[in-house]
């Protein structure tokens, strides 16, 4: 017996062609909320496989400055901004870790991936340039509070350091504003270099310069005019003065109201940072050539 089939198959199958989108159409709308948290969760998972290294290693090392400075600067209870040395030193030298593996985090993501290969897995999977950056950036942020947090542990265990709060919200808000400054920053040298050396010249000619001469070990009252007014340009500066202002109560900022508008412009800094680096992104550049 013939088999019969329908006049119009499409009828028939509910699930026939017609019932996919048009071809360039979207399937996903709004934010890939599934592919964002995954390619977090990666980033994540990425540096908590090595958190010896990447974690409690910025903590101990982070110590050693702290005891080098104190023992060498902090005798005869010496006092700046009217606590103890130590009490200073401690606020900036946490910022300072949290910034250093922000970057160190969100540089290796898109690097890593041209030298071994598998840049294809950050380019193909349905995620927008937004969206990587977001993923990127979070993971980089999430590292710098772990190690935030280990630093501080470690500070803790030193004779004399006092991290009493004075002011949280300057803890949270520079804090975060100075892991997103320095995760973009990283997110753009990733995309622009080619091989690791791009990405250490970078860290060891900008970033750690940037970051000991921002007024971690000093205030910058104590400097000549012309090199205050160079620090008061270095965006670093304000991140770790603020952060101390959260603990002190005080700082080389100046009064309450400039350490607010500090607060806005880094916010208003990272912003341009993220449009900048949402273009580059967006267009490819060494990344899709």
């Given at each position: 017996?013939?088999?019969e089939?329908?006049?119009?198959?499409?009828?028939?199958?509910?699930?026939?062609?017609?019932?996919?989108?048009?071809?360039?159409?979207?399937?996903?709308t709004?934010?890939?909320?599934?592919?964002?948290?995954?390619?977090?969760?990666?980033?994540?998972?990425?540096?908590?496989?090595?958190?010896?290294?990447?974690?409690?290693?910025p903590?101990?090392?982070?110590?050693?400055?702290l005891?080098?400075?104190?023992?060498?600067?902090g005798?005869?209870?010496?006092?700046?901004?009217?606590?103890?040395f130590a009490?200073?030193?401690?606020?900036?030298?946490?910022?300072?870790?949290?910034?250093?593996?922000?970057?160190?985090n969100?540089?290796?993501?898109?690097?890593?991936?041209k030298?071994?290969?598998?840049?294809i897995d950050?380019?193909?999977?349905?995620?927008?340039?937004?969206?990587?950056m977001?993923?990127?950036?979070?993971?980089?942020v999430?590292?710098?509070?772990?190690?935030?947090?280990?630093?501080?542990?470690?500070?803790?265990?030193?004779?004399?350091?006092?991290?009493?709060?004075?002011?949280?919200?300057?803890?949270?808000?520079?804090?975060?504003?100075?892991?997103?400054?320095l995760?973009?920053?990283?997110?753009?040298?990733?995309?622009?270099?080619?091989?690791f050396?791009?990405?250490?010249a970078?860290?060891?000619?900008?970033?750690?310069?940037?970051?000991?001469?921002?007024g971690t070990?000093?205030?910058i009252?104590?400097?000549?005019?012309?090199?205050?007014?160079?620090?008061?340009a270095?965006?670093?500066?304000?991140?770790?003065?603020?952060?101390?202002?959260?603990?002190?109560?005080?700082?080389?900022?100046?009064?309450?109201?400039?350490?607010?508008?500090?607060?806005?412009?880094?916010?208003?800094?990272?912003?341009?940072?993220a449009?900048?680096?949402?273009?580059v992104?967006?267009?490819?550049?060494?990344?899709?050539?």
């Amino acid at each position: 017996m013939a088999k019969e089939f329908p006049a119009n198959p499409q009828a028939a199958n509910p699930l026939g062609p017609r019932d996919f989108p048009e071809r360039g159409r979207p399937v996903i709308t709004g934010v890939n909320r599934v592919g964002l948290f995954a390619l977090y969760m990666k980033e994540v998972r990425r540096f908590l496989k090595v958190q010896t290294q990447t974690i409690w290693a910025p903590g101990v090392t982070t110590l050693l400055f702290l005891v080098i400075f104190t023992v060498a600067l902090g005798r005869e209870g010496r006092e700046v901004l009217g606590v103890p040395f130590a009490s200073f030193v401690a606020p900036g030298l946490i910022v300072m870790g949290m910034m250093q593996n922000a970057f160190a985090n969100s540089s290796f993501s898109l690097l890593g991936g041209k030298i071994q290969g598998t840049i294809i897995d950050y380019l193909m999977p349905p995620l927008s340039p937004g969206e990587l950056m977001a993923a990127i950036v979070g993971a980089a942020v999430t590292r710098a509070i772990m190690v935030g947090g280990a630093v501080a542990l470690a500070m803790a265990l030193w004779p004399g350091v006092s991290l009493s709060l004075v002011n949280p919200w300057a803890v949270v808000w520079f804090g975060l504003m100075g892991s997103v400054m320095l995760g973009l920053a990283g997110l753009a040298t990733s995309i622009w270099a080619e091989k690791f050396d791009h990405n250490a010249a970078i860290s060891n000619f900008i970033v750690a310069p940037l970051s000991l001469l921002s007024g971690t070990f000093y205030v910058i009252d104590n400097l000549a005019p012309a090199f205050q007014a160079i620090s008061r340009a270095n965006p670093f500066f304000y991140v770790i003065s603020g952060f101390r202002y959260g603990f002190l109560g005080q700082s080389d900022i100046g009064s309450d109201q400039m350490v607010i508008v500090a607060a806005i412009a880094l916010a208003l800094l990272n912003a341009a940072l993220a449009i900048a680096v949402y273009l580059v992104l967006r267009s490819g550049w060494k990344l899709k050539s």
